[in-house]
């Protein structure tokens, strides 16, 4: 007979952002569906203002976590993505924020958390891309930090600073428009030199850079609809409209040709066509983008606002994380995950 003692059993561990989640009905879910899986009790860790999610990640798996679940904004989704990168414990996603941009291009059900925390449990392990970006600020000094729909240097992270965080408690990401249109009015390029990795160094005055790890917005709206959190790839959009055309053209780009050409063929034929003649954005593909600008502009990762940087270097480490998917689910050879 063996003397090998038993393995110990699975234990799902809760990071959870207090102010944006129902607790005790999480909680009664995640003890109910443990116990019947015949895992060990679950752990609960909330996060805070000072540590988002990061450390108490650490902290669940030091205390002996096997599978993470993580309920909160994208800011908590972003920093559990962040510290689970390069391991092999696995991440449920429970929709509970404003935008859920993740859990839009992971397909995850919005409203069903019962579905999302079974997935823990009898779900299809999808490993997934997480971008990272090397911040460099005006003093020199270097930061990196890791995000894993979008991050973004110039115009967008103006327009999250103009959203207000009450009205996006009171009507969801539809907030962000009336951020953007007050950040349309006295918007002014910057100028700066960016280069995608391998390939030649383009220069000028721009709005905006987003570095996309996926591309699927609220709304239906596709701002990148080739990018895909399984590629290994990171999408860029530079955009740099000139005048009010330039911004309608802009907005022909992002909303008519990617977000309702693309759904058939013949569309997707004429978007690219236009989208590769268009001198008001301009779309790459690679694995990593450098750009710097020449005065500090203001920067985001997953829509959270991140100060002002001279210089931003972005990129993705492919599979990094494995994610729990509700199964029968999308894979990625069936959807743009």
């Not at 009905?25 to 990061?54: C, M």
């Amino acid at each position: 007979m063996s003397d090998a003692a038993a393995p110990a059993p699975s234990r799902a561990a809760l990071i959870y952002n207090p102010i944006k989640v129902d607790f005790s009905e999480l909680s009664e879910e995640i003890l109910r569906q443990s116990a019947k899986a015949g895992w060990a009790t679950p752990l609960f860790l909330e996060t805070t203002v000072e540590d988002l999610g990061q450390q108490v990640t650490a902290d669940a798996r030091e205390l002996g976590a096997t599978h993470i679940l993580v309920a909160g904004g994208d800011g908590t989704v972003r920093a559990a993505m962040e510290a689970l990168s390069g391991t092999e414990v696995p991440l449920t996603i429970i929709p509970s924020g404003t935008g859920n941009l993740l859990a839009r291009n992971l397909h995850l059900p919005l409203n069903r958390p019962h579905e999302v925390i079974a997935a823990t449990f009898s779900g299809t392990a999808t490993p997934v891309d997480v971008g990272f970006a090397e911040v460099e600020r005006a003093t020199g000094y270097t930061e990196r930090h890791g995000f894993v729909v979008m991050a973004g240097m110039g115009l967008d992270a103006t327009m999250i600073q103009n959203t207000s965080d009450k009205m996006k408690e009171r009507v969801g990401w539809i907030a962000y428009v009336s951020g953007a249109a007050r950040s349309l009015k006295g918007a002014k390029p910057f100028r700066t030199t960016y280069q995608l990795a391998g390939h030649r160094e383009h220069s000028g005055k721009v709005h905006s850079i987003l570095f996309a790890n996926c591309g699927q917005l609220p709304g239906g709206i596709a701002l990148l609809p080739d990018a895909s959190i399984v590629d290994g790839l990171l999408d860029v959009a530079v955009f740099k409209p000139t005048g009010l055309f330039g911004w309608l053209f802009v907005w022909r780009t992002v909303w008519w040709d990617h977000s309702v050409l693309s759904r058939f063929r013949a569309g997707r034929t004429l978007a690219k066509r236009r989208a590769g003649n268009s001198t008001h954005v301009h779309f790459l593909q690679g694995r990593s983008l450098e750009a710097v600008a020449t005065e500090p502009q203001p920067i985001e990762l997953d829509g959270d606002e991140f100060g002002e940087a001279v210089r931003m270097r972005c990129f993705v480490e492919p599979g990094a994380v494995t994610v729990m998917l509700p199964a029968p689910h999308k894979n990625a050879a069936d959807a743009r995950l």
